[in-house]
């Protein structure tokens, strides 16, 4: 399968506990972008990555997430002290810089995280 | 900011025609998706309009107006399969920002 992969795909924890999310994007895809979607509502931009470098993070996001993206190949969104707001599914993307399919995003199965 | 309008719901029986209207206010536009999403599953690509008209994709076709910041998605020759979860997305550079999602239900 050469799609994106997402992993885990539930993750159940405790208020207050840390979790990360590991992404592995198509591979020759440049550009990953992480989503949050809850229920009922589309994707929500979070934060977007050009190779191994972050370009833009969503004011959504609060200094409790943090990505990485290290050598451009797989991205890992990690929250701290999550709390019962931070339960969603957690969707990454990926998308070719160039040509005329830049223009299409793939996107993982995604994350269900849910805060207890 | 952006803010995307689209229908909550739809329900059309098998072999109909639906469109669903998207109406957008946006800083920044670059073009409109459409992602198709079942239940559980990801959103998947449909189509992209980066320039005012009617493109078609098989029994998909996306319609773009600039200059009204307007756009549809239209299904035809609905089938069951199609039951699901539909999103206009304004594109500006690179990131996109989804609308609510439309709920489209076939029935028998």
């Known amino acids: 399968d050469t799609g994106v992969s997402q992993d885990p795909r539930h993750k159940i924890t405790k208020r207050g506990q840390n979790v990360t999310f590991r992404c592995d994007p198509i591979?020759?895809?440049?550009?990953l972008y992480w989503y949050r979607q809850t229920l009922g509502q589309g994707p929500e931009f979070l934060t977007y990555?050009?190779?191994?470098?972050?370009?833009?993070k969503s004011r959504l996001l609060s200094d409790r997430f943090s990505a990485e993206r290290p050598k451009g190949s797989f991205s890992t969104l990690e929250i701290q002290r999550t709390e019962q707001g931070d339960s969603a599914m957690y969707l990454c993307a990926s998308s070719l810089g160039q040509g005329h399919l830049y223009n299409e995003q793939f996107f993982g199965p995604g994350t269900r995280l849910t805060v207890l | 900011g952006q803010s995307l309008e689209q229908p909550s719901e739809v329900t059309a029986v098998e072999g109909a025609i639906v469109q669903i209207n998207c109406t957008y206010q946006?800083?920044?536009?670059?073009?409109l998706s459409w992602y198709q999403q079942h239940d559980g599953g990801a959103p998947t690509f449909l189509s992209y309009?980066?320039?005012?008209g009617l493109e078609e994709t098989g029994r998909f076709s996306s319609f773009l107006s600039r200059s009204d910041s307007y756009g549809y998605l239209l299904l035809q020759e609905l089938q069951m399969k199609d039951s699901a979860s539909y999103f206009c997305?304004?594109?500006?550079?690179?990131?996109?920002?989804f609308g609510a999602g439309t709920t489209v239900t076939v029935r028998a």
């Open positions: 309009n980066g320039l005012d």
């Open positions: 997305a304004v594109r500006s550079d690179y990131k996109l920002s």
């Open positions: 990555f050009q190779n191994e470098a972050q370009l833009e």
């Open positions: 591979s020759e895809h440049n550009r």
């Open positions: 946006t800083s920044g536009f670059y073009g």
